[in-house]
């Protein structure tokens, strides 16, 4: 179990829709495609959602420090 | 005791359920699976808490510097 | 998969027009000259959108901290 | 005296109680276990404060750069 | 292609004037005279604009980290 | 004249009462122990200021990236 | 010209007086001593402006990262 790291959560969810709450209190849906150690996120067919309306913004790369958690939950 | 470390307290709650506090004022709670240096933090059955609302958000990578502070008392 | 990295979705991006939110809350569109791993960003025949009104910058520096996301979707 | 280091008056705390007040307004006071150079803190039998109500923590790990200062006098 | 950096639409600007957003919302033009890889900027003969008011003020070095993206286009 | 660095004024005032505004607009005023690179600082009979009221802290480290800056002058 | 760095500016002006912009919207004027590359700087003999108010501070740190930049005409 000592073996485990962070990012391991992100990394198995490759291909996978993934959610983010961003610092701005956006929060954005999409397939997560690549992460790296500063937790960029590339994502695909991605969907913000910003008090009550969703807007399709398609391929998107996320800044890391934007970012204030990611949930690999459906 | 010199040989102590501060992040000795988050890795003895391996496991365990953990309770954070981040810095746009939401609480999560949630299992602690993994940490790293930057206090990035892999949760499991985490939720978060919000103006008396609790959202079940599954499994979360919360990023390190959006924490202000862990607590490992259950 | 697993090589796939989080800039090669603006890397593949270069030469077309993205759409770049940044933290101040405005929005920028222009066409992508270059990026660098800070997510710097060049970008020629750009235009920021605030509240409604669309302003001509042409070539401009866009710093990377000052970036939400990029969307690379037409 | 050229060799005294800023950290060594919270190294001389260990095991003693120390108050910190965070950058999000809220103090925290606990006994100190064990710290590093960026003032990560392990605090033990830790309380919040907050708009005159306290709150018992436990066993806590606050982020260094939540910090504003800690003083060690008790 | 790709050989072309982010900073380079700032280099190839030396000498000309430039037009600098900074994140308190101020705007800044000026003659670029050198810049470095922080973004750090030294203008001569600037001027700083902040609600419809104009203020001279000569000889600057501009921190990186304040600026939101420039502008080279006159 | 070229070979002075800025933390040369702190340097000097080792020992004696200095005063430091902090981001979060309060002031702090205390004897100067210690310094390091980050400008983090310990100071001995220490004070808060905030709104006309003086706190006494006693012994205290303040985290460098909450300083603003630091006056030597009695 | 392509030599040129951007600190040279304030290299040019020690001894001089420069004005300096913090992001918490004060001023400072004085004499220029010394800086460093995070654009630390000390001061001699100098003043804050705040709100039409004027007060001296005589011998001051300024932490770089409060700056948002530094004039040097006079």
Redo the contacts between chains.
């Keep these: 179990?000592?073996t485990?790291?962070?990012?391991?959560?992100?990394n198995r969810a490759?291909?996978k829709r993934v959610?983010v709450v961003?610092?701005?209190?956006?929060e954005?849906v999409g397939e997560l495609?690549?992460?790296?150690i500063h937790?960029?996120?590339?994502l695909e067919n991605?969907e913000i959602n910003h008090e009550d309306k969703t807007v399709k913004?398609?391929?998107?790369?996320?800044?890391?420090?934007?970012?204030?958690?990611?949930?690999?939950?459906p």
């Design positions: 179990m000592n485990k790291r962070p990012l391991d959560v992100l490759k291909g959610y961003l610092k701005n209190g956006r954005v495609q690549a992460l790296d937790i960029n996120l590339w991605a913004v398609g391929s998107i790369l996320i800044r890391g420090d934007s970012i204030v958690y990611v949930s690999t939950t």
